[in-house]
């Protein structure tokens, strides 16, 4: 008895080390930056709708859908790219937001979906 006792103590032990390493590693920000990349920021204007979606593409791929209270926050390679904000669902035809991005190393870019009348724009916060 004292030697399945102790078994399930070491068990355990190990069980709650391999947890916390794991809630170490997954902590938000805690990623460090790509190599050669740039940070891309992309945020909802708190009157983009409770019950609308954000997508956001770059280059074409969408990347992400952001609901009230969520933002994009994630890295692109150094170079040229393009990115386009659509709503969803897009009950009135509204177009997209397109802006075109060169992005250099290390350096952080920051924007927020908007509208502008019934369209959707991109507008870079300095």
């Known amino acids: 008895m004292k030697k399945y006792g102790s078994i399930v103590h070491i068990l355990s032990l190990a069980c709650v080390c ?18 050669n990349s740039g940070h891309l920021l992309v945020n909802r204007v708190p009157n983009f709708g409770t019950d ?37 669902p897009n009950r ?3 177009r997209p937001g ?10 952080t870019y ?5 509208w502008s009348g019934e369209n959707l724009v991109l507008v870079r916060n300095q």
């Open 92 to 94: 009135t035809g509204a």
């Open 18 to 35: 391999l947890i916390s390493v794991g809630c170490a590693t997954n902590q938000p920000g805690a990623a460090t930056a790509p190599p």
């Open 52 to 88: 609308l979606s954000l997508i956001l593409s770059v280059d074409g791929k969408d990347v992400g859908s952001f609901t009230e209270g969520r933002n994009y926050d994630g890295y692109l390679s150094a170079g040229q790219h393009r990115l386009t904000a659509r709503v969803d």
């Open 98 to 107: 397109r802006t075109t991005l060169t992005v250099k190393a290390g350096q």
């Open 110 to 114: 920051s924007y927020t979906a908007a």
